[in-house]
C-alpha cells in the first residue's frame, strides 16, 4: 500500500518533472529496485562513490552521461552540487590515487538506459522525454 | 709466607692490575655486543623506518604525475612518469638492505604493471576515452596499484617485536656486562683488600716484635732478641736489630768492664791521694782491690833493702797470722817475687792446701801480683778470693798494679825524702843559728875594733896636727904613719864588715844628690899623703855632661877609694894615676881610674874581682892588701845595678873602671840639710884648684865654724863671686883657666866682693906677684891650719866662740877625742858616759848641740833621742849621731824623725863631725834657725 502510494507520488511527481523548465533530466534505476524515491543527498553520496550499496545490501552502479550532455550539467548542478569540470577533476584525483572508479560515461540517453536495464544495481539519469524502456524513474527529493 | 713486602706490594699491584685489565676488557667486549645489537637496529630496522614514507611519497608523485598528465591532457607530463618510475625504482634499489629482495622484485614488478596500465588509462582519459572500458582498465589499475601499495606494506612492515628484541637484546647484553664488571670489580677490590690485610698483618705483626724489640734494647736488655717471623725487609730488619743487639751487648759488656777497671783505677787514685804513709798506701790499696774483687782477705808485702818482703799492709788478715815475712823463692808469695807476671793459683776448694802468705779460709784462687818499679820487684799483693778467679779480675789487677806500685814508691821516697828534710832542716837550722852568731860576732867585733880604734885615730891626728904642742918633724912624720896605718886597719876592719853584709845580703844604699868632682876630691885628699909618698901625680877629669848624680856618697866613696888606692899602690914612683868620669848611656856614668903600673896579664884578669884572691901570693908578696878591696867594689857596684871591668896592658897600665846609675834607685836618703852655708856664720870662697888641698882648707874652715864655698877654676870664682857678697876669700894663684892675680884684678874691679879680704895660698912664697893688690895674707903651702884661722882672724873675719855642745859616748876616749876637737873649734864641751846622766846635763846647762853615741849601756841613743826630744829644752836643739853602729833601714827611719845629722865614727877623726855640726849651729848670737817640720 505504501507503495503504491509512493510511487503515485513519484509519478505525479515525473509529471511535474517532465516540464521542461522544470527538470530536464530524470533518474531511474533497475526496475529490480524497490526503491522509488532517492534523497538527494544519498544519490550525490553513490555517484560519487562514497554510498556503495543500496539500502538492500546491492551495489550501486552509477552511470554518467557524457559531459557536455544537458543533462549531466543539469544533474551534476542540481545533485552533486558542483560542475561537472569539477566533478571530473574530483574523479581524476581518485582514481590515480586508487580511492575509487568513476561511473562510466555513456554517450547517450539510450545508452544510459540500456546500461540501467542491464545492471539490477545501476542508476543513472537521462533527459526528459528519453524511452526509459521500463526502467524505473525514481522520485528525487 | 715468605715473601718480601716487595714481592707482596709488586703482587698487591699485580693483581689491582690485572684487575683492571680484566675490567676494560670485559667492558670492551660487552659494550662491543650492545655496539653489536645497536648496529643492527641501525642498519636494518632504522632503514626501514624511513623508507616507507620515502617510498609512499615517490609512488604518490607518480600518481600525481599521471593525474596532473591527465588533468591538463599533456602526454609530456604523461611521459614524464617513466622518469618517477625510475627514481622510485632507484630509491627501491639503494635500499636493497632494508627490503627483502624477493619482495622487492615484486613490488619493482607490481609499480612496472601499475605505469603501464596508469599509462593505459591516462591515454584514454586524455583521449576523452570515458567509457566503461575505461573505468575497467582503471579498476585494473587500482588493483595494481593496491598490489603496489600492499607490497611497499609488506616490504617496509616494520615488526615491533624484531625491533624489541633487537633493543632488549643490546638491553640484556649491557645489563649482563654490568653485572660482569660488578663482579669483576668486586673480585678485585676483595682481593685487594684480602692482599693488603694479608701483607698489613704481617707487618703489623713484625713491627710489633720489631718495637718491642727495640724497647728492650732501648731499656738494655739484649737477652730476647726481636723474633724473626718472615724473610721480608722487617725480617731483615729484625736481624740486623738483633746483630746490632749483640754488638750493643758487647759493648756493654765491653764498657762495664772498662768501668770497672777505671772504677779501680779512680778508686785507687782517689784513696792513694795526699801525702800518705807506706803503710796506709798499702792498707788502702788492699782496701780498694779487695772490695773491687770481692775478695775477703789480702795482704802487701814490701821488699827490704836486704831482700826480704815484710807485710806491711793487710785486709782482714789477722794479726797473728804466719806469713808475716818471707825471702824470695820461699812459697808461692817468694816465687812471685822471681817473677814479673801476675800468678793465679786456682784451686778446687778443700782439696789443696795452700802454702802461700795466707794460712787462713779454703781459698778457691789466689792471685799474686809482684809490683815491679824501674824493673824490680818491690812488693808482692796476694789477694785470696773464695769465688773462682775471673779474667777480668786478672785485668784488673793488672792495670791497678802500677798504680800501687807507684803510690807505694812515692810514698816510701816521700819517707825518706821526709826524714832527709829533717835532717837537712836540722842542719840549716844549725847553719842559720850560726850565721847570725857570725853576724853578731862581727857587729859586735867591729865595734869594739872600731871605737878604741876611733880614739886612736882621733887623738893621733889632735897630736900630728900639732893642736897639743909643738912636734919634732920625726914625731909628726911618726904620728903621721900612725894616722896611716890606723886609717888602713880601719878600712880593713869595714870592708871586712861589708863583705859579711854583702853576704847576708844586707848591704844597703842610701843614695842622695852629691857633687861628683867634690866626692872625688874627698877621696884624693884620703889618699893625698900616700900619692906624696910615693910621688904619684893624681889627676882628675869630669865631663860635666853627666849631670845631677844621686848616689850613696859613701859606697861612692868607697868603691872611688878602692880604684886609687890600688892604682897609688901599683903605680911606681914619678907615674900618673888619672880619675876620669864621663857619661855612659842617657843614665849612667863611667868612672874609670888609670894608671901607669906594671899592668896585670891576661890570665890573671878574671881573677882581680874575687874574693880573697890576690895576683901576688906568698912568700914575694909584694904588696900588702887583703884582697878584699876589689871584690867588694864588684859588690857594692853591682849592688847598685852597675858594673865593674878593668882592661890592661902589661908594662903599660890598667884601667879600672865602673859604671854606675846616676839616679840610683833605692832608700832615698831623706832631706837631711846640705847646706854648707849657714846663716850668720863669716862665708869663706876657697878658691883652690888641688883637691887636696881644697879639702883640707874646706876641713879647716869648716871646722873652726865658717861657712865654705869653693871654686875650682877662676871663672866659678868669678860666677860665685857676682852672685853674692862674701866675708873673705882664699886663692891659689895657680888656677887651671887664670892665673890668681887676673882674678884678683877682677874682683877688685867691683862688683859685692870689691873690697873682699883675700888671703893668698901659695906653693912658693911668692909675694911680689901679689904686689900692688890689696890682700889680707899670704900664706904658703902646705897649709897649716893654725895659721889660715889667724890670718882669718887678723883679717876681721872671726868664727866667734860658741856655746857648749853636749858629748855623749860610753867611751872615755871618744868623750876626750871629742871634747879636745870641738875645743878647737870653739866649743865648750859638756862630757856624759850614759843617757840618764845626758838627760840631766841637757836639763841643766841648755847646750847648743848634742853629739850622740848610740850603743850606751843602760839609756842608749835611741831613748835618750825620744826622752830629750819631749823636753822644753831638746825640742830645738841639733842632735848630732856620732856612732860607729851599722845602721839598719829602721834605724835610719828612727833617727829620720828626731836626729839632724849620722856621722860614721872612723878615720877622718872628727871633721865630718864639725861640718855637720858647723851646719846647724849658728855664729854667736844669732837665733838657731829653725828646720823645717822642727815644730
New interface residues.
Partial sequence: MRIGVFILIALAAAAVAAEPPRSAYVVIVHPANRVSRIDRKFLAEAFLRRATRWPDDTPIHPV?L??DARARIRFSEDVLSRSVASVR?YW??R????Q????????DDEAVVAYVLGHPGAVGYVATGTALNGATVLEVN | MNLSFRSKLLALVATAALALVALVVSSAIIAGRVEGHLDDIRRHYLPKLGLRPQLEAQF?RI??G??DA??ASDTEKLARTAELKKEFLQQLAQSSGAVDPGLAAALEQAVEDFHSK?LS??TR?IARE???G??AQ??E??AS??RV?HLLDTATVFDKAELTNAFSAAADAQRIGSRIRLGLSLACLSMVLLLSLWISRDMLAGMAHLTAGFRRFGEGDFRSPIPVVAKDELGVLARQANQMAQSLQRLESERSRVDSLKGVQSALSEQLRGELEPREVADRALSVLCRSLQCPVGALYSADPDGAFQLLGRHAVSAGAGGLSFRPGEGLAGQAALQTEITVVQAPADQLRITSGLAEGSPRAIALVPLIRFGKVTAILELVSLQPWSELSTELLASARETVAIALDVARGRDELRSLLGETQRQAAELTRAGTYKSQFLANMSHELRTPLNAILGFTQLLHEGEVGTLSGEQREFLGNVLTSGRHLLRLINDVLDLAKVESGRLDFRPEPIDLPQVIGEVNAILRTTAADKNVRVETAVDPAIGPVALDPARLKQVLYNYLSNALKFTPSGGLVTVRAAPEGADFFRLEVHDTGSGIEPQDLPRLFVEFQQLDTGATKKHAGTGLGLALTKRIVEAQGGSVGVRSTPGVGSVFHAVLPRQATGEARPAMPQARSRAGAPEILVVEDNPADQTLIVEALSGAGYSVQTAATGAQALAKLRERAFDAMTLDLLLPDMSGVDLLARIRDGGPNAQLPVIVLTVVAEEGAVAGFRVSDVLAKPIETAALLDALRRAGVAAERRGAVLVVDDDPGCLRLMEATLGRSGFQTICRQDGEAALQAAAESRPVAVVLDLIMPRVDGFEFLERFRRTEAGRRTPVIVWTVKDLSAHDHARLRETAHAVVAKGGDGAVSLLRELNTFLPAAGVEVRREPGDG
Avoid at chain 1, 582514481?95 to 586508487?98: H, P, V
Fill in positions: 554518467d557524457g559531459p577533476s581524476q584525483q582514481i590515480f590515487s586508487g575509487g572508479l568513476p561511473p562510466p560515461e555513456l554517450a | 604518490e600518481q600525481r599521471f593525474q591527465v588533468a596508469a588509462v591516462s582519459l570515458t567509457g566503461e575505461v573505468v582503471m579498476g589499475m587500482q596499484q593496491t601499495a
